[in-house]
């Protein structure tokens, strides 16, 4: 069974390790992980290419016992989240039924969070997508999808298992559900919830506050978010 290391990759990334970074807004991917990184919502996503599973083998994935026993299908409040985060906190693809343009991902490459769907294709066709769990609208799955330019759209009535599965077959990546789970709720083991701690990545028991930065820990001065 694989067991992510992602800990360890997310505390390098905080700490400056000799190793690439690529940040949207609230996310990163350290080079060669197998995760997307939320600070704002302490959750981890695999990148949209780390699997190309069908709809019912991802089913299987992530039941116990499965490949990503750890991992959750992503809703449309988890995609909602993730996009945000990638547009820095604010999106306009917030609420039930919402199709359209939600912002621009500043600085974005393709495949920055994993090369999948069109990736590779002439300029303007590179769209990066994954899909999602619906509650909106007559199809059980919406889509994310972020251009070349860094354009991202939702859609959260954009098909539903077929759909995905037959994205599989005419694309050179397939398109699959964005995975998620949550962080610990101490996830650096110092004794105080992530919920309250002021610098949650590393250990810092005795919560001295940041003179220079307000709300943070003098551990956490000069990292990114939420490290």
């Known amino acids: 069974m694989m067991k992510l290391c992602s800990s360890l990759l997310l505390l390098f990334a905080c700490v400056g390790a000799n190793a690439q970074v690529v940040v949207h807004g609230n996310l990163s991917s350290l080079s060669g992980s197998e995760i997307i990184t939320d600070f704002v919502n302490h959750r981890e996503y695999l990148r949209f290419d780390e699997f190309n599973l069908t709809y019912a083998d991802t089913l299987v994935a992530v039941a116990p016992g499965g490949l990503y026993e750890d991992w959750e299908i992503a809703?449309?409040?988890?995609?909602?989240?993730?996009?945000?985060?990638?547009?820095?906190?604010?999106?306009?693809?917030?609420?039930?039924?919402f199709q359209g343009e939600c912002g621009t991902a500043s600085g974005w490459h393709?495949?920055?969070f994993g090369n999948n769907s069109q990736s590779g294709q002439p300029s303007g066709y590179n769209d990066d997508i994954v899909a999602f769990l619906s509650?909106?609208?007559v199809y059980t799955l919406g889509s994310v999808a972020i251009r070349d330019d860094g354009v991202v759209f939702q859609q959260e009535s954009w098909g539903n298992e077929d759909t995905l599965d037959f994205w599989g077959f005419v694309l050179p990546q397939r398109i699959n559900l964005l995975l998620y789970r949550d962080f610990p709720s101490d996830i650096d083991?110092?004794?105080?919830?992530?919920?309250s701690d002021n610098c949650p990545w590393i250990a810092n028991p005795d919560?001295?506050?940041?003179?220079?930065e307000a709300g943070r820990g003098v551990?956490?001065?000069?990292?990114p978010p939420g490290c």
């Not at 919560?207 to 220079?212: F, M, R, T, V, Y």
């Open 189 to 195: 083991s110092d004794g105080v919830p992530n919920s």
């Open 110 to 112: 393709d495949g920055d």
């Open 135 to 137: 509650d909106a609208g």
């Open 75 to 97: 809703d449309r409040a988890v995609a909602e989240g993730f996009v945000r985060s990638l547009l820095g906190g604010v999106s306009a693809c917030d609420g039930p039924g």
């Open 219 to 223: 551990a956490c001065e000069g990292l």
């Open 207 to 212: 919560q001295e506050p940041s003179l220079i």
